[in-house]
Nanobody, 125 residues
Framework: QVQLVESGGGLVQAGGSLRLSCTTSDRNLNVYAMGWFRQGPGKEREVVAA????????YYTDSNKGRFTVSRDSAKNTVNLQMNNLKPEDTAVYYC??????????????????WGQGTQVTVSS
C-alpha cells in the first residue's frame, strides 16, 4: 500500500497561480507513472495531467496546455503540478494518483492503483 499526500491547494483569484505537490514516505515514486485528476462540484473525476515514470512523457488536456506543468522531483520524491493563469472553472478537488506502468503515462482513472486524499483548489472571479 502506498499512501499519497497532496499539498498546496487553497483559494486564489482568477489569473493567479498555485503549485500542488504529491509525495509519499512509503516508496520511491520513480517506480510509478503519475497522474493528476480533479473533480468539481457535480462533475465526474477528470484527468488534468499525467507524467511517465521517468518524466520523459507528459500529457495535458487542451484546456490546461500552456497553463499547467507537471514535473517530478526525484530528490524530494514528489510530483508537482504548477498551475498558472487559473480560472474559476479550475475550481475542484485535485487528486494525485500512482500506477505501476513501465513506459508512458496513463489517462484512465480506473487503471490507477493508489490515490491521495485530495486537496481543494478554489478560484474566485
Amino acid at each position: 500500500q502506498v499512501q499519497l499526500v497532496e499539498s498546496g491547494g487553497g483559494l486564489v483569484q482568477a489569473g493567479g497561480s498555485l503549485r500542488l505537490s504529491c509525495t509519499t514516505s512509503d516508496r520511491n515514486l520513480n517506480v510509478y507513472a503519475m497522474g493528476w485528476f480533479r473533480q468539481g462540484p457535480g462533475k465526474e473525476r477528470e484527468v488534468v495531467a499525467a507524467i511517465s515514470r521517468t518524466g520523459a512523457s507528459t500529457y495535458y488536456t487542451d484546456s490546461n496546455k500552456g497553463r499547467f506543468t507537471v514535473s517530478r522531483d526525484s530528490a524530494k520524491n514528489t510530483v508537482n503540478l504548477q498551475m498558472n493563469n487559473l480560472k474559476p472553472e479550475d475550481t475542484a478537488v485535485y487528486y494525485c494518483a500512482a500506477v505501476s506502468r513501465w513506459t508512458g503515462y496513463e489517462l484512465e482513472p480506473n487503471k490507477y492503483h493508489f490515490w491521495g486524499q485530495g486537496t481543494q483548489v478554489t478560484v474566485s472571479s
